[in-house]
T-cell receptor, first 113, second 114 residues
Framework: NAGVTQTPKFQVLKTGQSMTLQCAQD?????MYWYRQDPGMGLRLIYY???????DKGEVPNGYNVSRLNKREFSLRLESAAPSQTSVYFC????????????FGQGTRLTVV | GDSVTQMEGPVTLSEEAFLTINCTYT??????LFWYVQYPGEGLQLLLK?????DKGSNKGFEATYRKETTSFHLEKGSVQVSDSAVYFC?????????????FGTGTRLLVSP
C-alpha cells in the first residue's frame, strides 16, 4: 500500500532553474495539498486542491504553480528557483470531510544555490 | 487568522519519564484539533485527534484533551520510550473548510535517552 508518493526525494537547483515536484496518491482521495517545512516555522500551506479540477492558493503561494493532473496526481512547479525556496516539501492527501486523516508523503528536500 | 502555538523544544527526557507538550490555539468556533508526529526522515503521521470540546484523543499511550475554556490541546504520555523521539506537531482544521486544510504549530522536538 503506497499511500502518498513524492519524487524526487532530494534535489539541488541553481538559482533561476525550474523544476516540478511530483506527487501521486492511491487512496482515491479528493483533496491534495502541498506544504513546505522550514526550521522554526512548522508546515505552511503552499497550494491545495479541494477536488479534481480545482486549485487554490494557500498561505505562501508566491513563486509556485500547481497542476491537478487527475484525481491521483498533484504537481508543484518552481518556474525560477530562488534560495528562499530551499526547504522540505510535503505533499498530502485527504478525504472530503474535515475530520478525516491527512496522509503525507516522505518529503522532497530541495536546496537552491 | 487561525493559529497554533506550541512550546519550543527540544524537550529532553529520560526513558520512562512523564511527557507534556503544550499546545494552544486561536480560532473561531470549534475547530478540529490534531497531533501529528514526524519520525526522522519520514513524513508526518496522525497521532491522535479530537473534534469537539472535552473530547480526549488517544493513541500509542499518548493522550490530549480538547479544552475549549483554555483553548488548549496539550499532549501527554505517562512513560516515554526511546522510540518516541520525534518531532510533534499540533494542528487544527478551521471550521467550515469542508476538508482537511491544516494549520500547524512550529513543532516540538522530543529527545528520549535510555
Amino acid at each position: 500500500n503506497a499511500g502518498v508518493t513524492q519524487t524526487p526525494k532530494f534535489q539541488v537547483l541553481k538559482t533561476g532553474q525550474s523544476m516540478t515536484l511530483q506527487c501521486a496518491q492511491d487512496m482515491n482521495h479528493n483533496s491534495m495539498y502541498w506544504y513546505r517545512q522550514d526550521p522554526g516555522m512548522g508546515l505552511r500551506l503552499i497550494y491545495y486542491s479541494a477536488s479534481e479540477g480545482t486549485t487554490d492558493k494557500g498561505e505562501v503561494p508566491n513563486g509556485y504553480n500547481v497542476s491537478r493532473l487527475n484525481k491521483r496526481e498533484f504537481s508543484l512547479r518552481l518556474e525560477s528557483a530562488a534560495p528562499s525556496q530551499t526547504s522540505v516539501y510535503f505533499c498530502a492527501s485527504s478525504g472530503s470531510t474535515v475530520n478525516t486523516e491527512a496522509f503525507f508523503g516522505q518529503g522532497t528536500r530541495l536546496t537552491v544555490v | 487568522g487561525d493559529s497554533v502555538t506550541q512550546m519550543e523544544g527540544p524537550v529532553t527526557l529520560s526513558e520512562e519519564a512523564f511527557l507534556t507538550i503544550n499546545c494552544t490555539y486561536t480560532a473561531t468556533g470549534y475547530p478540529s484539533l490534531f497531533w501529528y508526529v514526524q519520525y526522522p526522515g519520514e513524513g508526518l503521521q496522525l497521532l491522535l485527534k479530537a473534534t469537539k470540546a472535552d473530547d480526549k484523543g488517544s493513541n500509542k499511550g499518548f493522550e490530549a484533551t480538547y479544552r475549549k475554556e483554555t483553548t488548549s490541546f496539550h499532549l501527554e504520555k505517562g512513560s516515554v520510550q526511546v522510540s518516541d523521539s520525534a518531532v510533534y506537531f499540533c494542528a487544527l482544521t478551521p471550521v467550515n473548510t469542508g476538508f482537511q486544510k491544516l494549520v500547524f504549530g512550529t513543532g516540538t522536538r522530543l529527545l528520549v535517552s535510555p
